[in-house]
């Protein structure tokens, strides 16, 4: 575990976006007892604390963060049993997410390859249940490791006691828990889970519900989210973002019915789902109030590729990309009648 100087690393300089301002401290902590470690030295010392492990799903104030920022820096994927075709994966908090994909595909482990490629860090996974192209964490996850900061003690999570729902679980509005690391239990076959997502069976020349090889799924994932500005690149300013910036809103059947009416001859794409709710596509809603992609208001912009995506190109403030995320959720709630709510964590700001 060590202490950074905070002149030489801006909260901006560890974010996908390339913004927030710069925190009171930064210690870096590289495995699990460091991170512990951490928390609990500024819990003691009164200070508040900010994990950050890949800053892919995060948005800091301007005014940066008035306390510790502990980054997650832990890494390891090593198997921790088998039962007949299953195996279970241990991933450290601090291990890049698609580093760990790409290590279960290439040894024929099924379970998470449509989720190649998203960014960030594995213990951020299931805090938000990140999902994609058919599948989410909560489908694969058998355990959570995590430190309790309120009663001081280290305690493991049952997939039901996460209470997964659609990007949310127990620890996501909360600082109580920090996850240390996951386990996932995964299949040994070589093919893909059922291909449940209509785009990706395209792509894979497949029906839905299908089974395909996993390098294939793969590499199908990833030229899809690079078409979308979804993978990382240096060079291409449309992935400067926190992905999708906005959730897909889930409806009840009645505020369904009113946004059909609004909608007029628009027919809005709808996924039904139990109890008579409806997800819809937060892009499609974006795009049909007026804000198209590569939609630019100063230095910052919706990408070109991907109308969930905000993104800074650079040369801006936290304040203008806010700006821009307030200006198009009012839009869709005056065009439709449905607010959108953010994805990433914000700290220290709101809009």
């Given amino acids: 575990m060590s ?18 301002g710069p925190a009171d401290k930064l210690v870096t902590a590289g495995s ?8 609990r030295d500024a819990g003691r010392a009164g200070e508040p604390v900010l994990l950050l492990a890949g800053g892919s799903n995060v948005v800091v104030s301007d005014a940066g963060f008035p306390g510790t920022v502990v980054l997650i820096r832990s890494s390891g994927v090593s198997v921790t049993g088998r039962d007949g075709d ?4 241990r991933m450290a908090a601090g ?16 379970g998470i390859e449509a989720m ?37 003690e280290i305690r493991q999570f049952t997939p039901e006691e996460c209470r997964f729902e659609f990007r949310n679980s127990v620890f996501k509005y ?19 889970g059922p291909v449940a997502y209509a785009e990706l069976a395209r792509v894979l020349g497949v029906e839905l519900g299908e089974r395909a090889p996993l390098d294939k799924v793969r590499e199908a994932v990833l030229e899809l989210r690079r078409s979308k500005g979804m993978v990382l690149d240096p060079t291409d300013p449309d992935t400067r973002s926190v992905g999708s910036f906005f959730v897909n809103p889930i409806l009840s059947a009645e505020a369904y019915e009113r946004l059909r ?22 892009a499609w809603l974006i795009e049909q109030a007026g804000f198209g992609k590569g939609y630019r208001r100063g230095p910052v912009a919706i990408s070109s590729k991907h109308a969930l995506a905000l993104t800074h190109p650079g040369g801006g403030l936290t304040a203008d990309l806010l700006a821009l995320a307030a200006e198009i959720r009012d839009g869709v709630h005056d065009r439709f009648g449905v607010t959108l709510r953010p994805e990433p964590v914000l ?5």
Avoid at 181 to 190: A, H, N, P, S, W
Avoid at 267 to 279: F, L, N, Q, S
Wanted: glycine share 10%; proline share 5%.
């Fill in 3 to 20: 202490d950074n100087s905070l002149a030489r690393h801006a909260l901006a300089d560890l974010t996908t976006l390339g913004l927030g």
């Fill in 32 to 39: 699990s007892d460091d991170i512990v470690a951490a928390v």
């Fill in 86 to 89: 299953s195996v279970s994966v």
């Fill in 95 to 110: 291990h890049p997410w698609d580093d760990a994909v790409a290590q279960t595909v290439a040894a024929g482990w099924s």
């Fill in 116 to 152: 190649s490629g998203v960014p960030g860090a594995a213990g951020s996974t299931p805090i938000q249940n990140v999902g994609a192209y058919g599948q989410d964490v909560s489908q694969t996850v058998e355990s959570v490791t995590v430190y309790d900061r309120t009663e001081g």
């Fill in 174 to 192: 909360t600082d109580r828990w920090v996850v240390l690391d996951v386990v996932f239990r995964l299949r040994q076959d070589g093919l893909s």
């Fill in 261 to 282: 009416e609004r909608a007029g001859e628009l027919e809005p794409p709808a996924w039904p789902g139990a109890d008579g709710v409806v997800k819809l596509s937060a």
């Fill in 347 to 351: 700290v220290g700001c709101e809009f």
